[in-house]
């Protein structure tokens, strides 16, 4: 415990008030390369905290949704894929069912986890509990 109370009030404030932080914005301006490289570690660990906050908090499912899509907009950063395992060599992935072949009723994949895809087997629900998600397939029904 000495070593933790003695970073958390010694050393932790007196490198913070070490730091060549300028009192104005143009004394960034100023800084030489010394200050820099004094700027350099603080700068990793503030930039990588607030990385592994943010990639954190995207995979929650309340704001995470929001994160993910705010993030897609960043040039360069893809959002995330929905299909992950079916028919990847494909560069799109399009499935006919014949209506005639339906015989009272069609079952849907529509999360792409199905080992049947394009027909739903009940691997939503895995995928619901694991991710907080409400994802299900679409029936497809025949009138009599
Ligand atoms: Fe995908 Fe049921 S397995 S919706």
Not at 10 to 15: A, D, G, I, T
Not at 57 to 71: R, Y
Request: aromatic share 6%.
């Amino acid at each position: 415990m000495q070593v933790i109370n003695t970073l958390v009030r010694e050393s932790l404030p007196n490198y913070l008030t070490n730091l060549p932080i300028p009192d104005t914005l143009m004394g960034w301006f100023h800084l030489g390369l010394g200050d820099w490289m004094k700027l350099i570690p603080f700068g990793v660990a503030v930039g990588g905290l607030s990385y592994l906050t943010v990639q954190g908090l995207a995979q929650t499912p309340v704001v995470g949704p929001v994160i993910q899509e705010k993030l897609a907009c960043i040039v360069g950063k893809k959002a995330n894929r929905v299909n992950c395992q079916v028919k990847m060599d494909c560069p799109k992935v399009v499935d006919m069912v014949d209506i005639e072949d339906i015989s009272e009723k069609a079952v849907l994949c529509r999360c792409w986890k199905s080992k049947k895809f394009p027909y739903c087997d009940g691997s939503h629900a895995k995928h619901n509990n694991e991710t907080g998600d409400n994802v299900g397939p679409v029936i497809v029904k025949k009138n009599n």
